[in-house]
T-cell receptor, first 113, second 114 residues
């Protein structure tokens, strides 16, 4: 079956530091890949997505590139802010009868001033 | 505003007392789904619906029921809640072709069963 593996957390960074959150996946077909963000006390928001190999998703300074050869979708940001403190989930979905999202376990990012 | 609305946001109940968590979307989406979020486990799918009157089990359906009588509503029913159903629940919806368009999530319902 499909699965998503995220790096272990939590992660604590200083403001303006560079961020990388690793995500790798296993899928039987050609999934679409997503990063979702969950701010404290809120629901999940779609941060960015990529639907085919070599696509780059980007939003709010975050980027991730769909790497089929390494089955990865790592999230990066050049300079994090305190407001980026949240839980980040990598997820995939394949077109099919269910088309469900398969999530990684999530990672908590804390950014200190 | 396009959104998925869940109610209630917080609920504390006792073991065995039937409850319903409502979910409604205003985007005319065909696909709706329920997830539960537990620490260290991420989000796991409970049930999903591809359209009106079409529902099916996800990965963790035991102890839950759903119905899809109207396109906009997808309630989650716990007929006899147990403490292991204490969790954070999310409803999500998407247009057909969900993998490419992404999903819209509700704000969540935090359920405690004592």
């Amino acid at each position: 079956g499909n699965s998503v593996t995220q790096m272990e957390g939590p992660v604590t960074l200083s403001e303006e530091a560079f961020l990388t959150i690793n995500c790798t996946y296993t899928a039987t077909g050609y999934p679409s890949l997503f990063w979702y963000v969950q701010y404290p006390g809120e629901g999940l928001q779609l941060l960015l997505k990529a639907t085919k190999a070599d696509d780059k998703g980007s939003n709010k300074g975050f980027e991730a590139t769909y790497r089929k050869e390494t089955t990865s979708f790592h999230l990066e940001k050049g300079s994090v802010q305190v407001s980026d403190s949240a839980v980040y989930f990598c997820a995939l979905s394949e077109l099919g009868a269910n088309s469900k999202l398969t999530f990684g376990k999530g990672i908590t990012l804390s950014v200190r001033p | 505003e396009a959104q998925v609305t869940q109610n209630p946001r917080y609920l504390i109940t006792v073991t065995g007392k039937k409850l319903t968590v409502t979910c409604s979307q205003n985007m005319n989406h065909e696909y709706m789904s329920w997830y539960r979020q537990d620490p260290g486990l991420g989000l796991r799918q409970i049930y999903y619906s591809m359209n009106v009157e079409v529902t099916d089990k996800g990965d963790v359906p035991e102890g839950y029921k759903v119905s899809r009588k109207e396109k906009r509503n997808f309630p989650l029913i716990l007929e006899s809640p147990s403490p292991n159903q204490t969790s954070l629940y999310f409803c999500a919806s998407s247009a057909a072709g969900a993998p490419r368009s992404g999903y819209t999530f509700g704000s969540g319902t935090r359920l405690t069963v004592v």
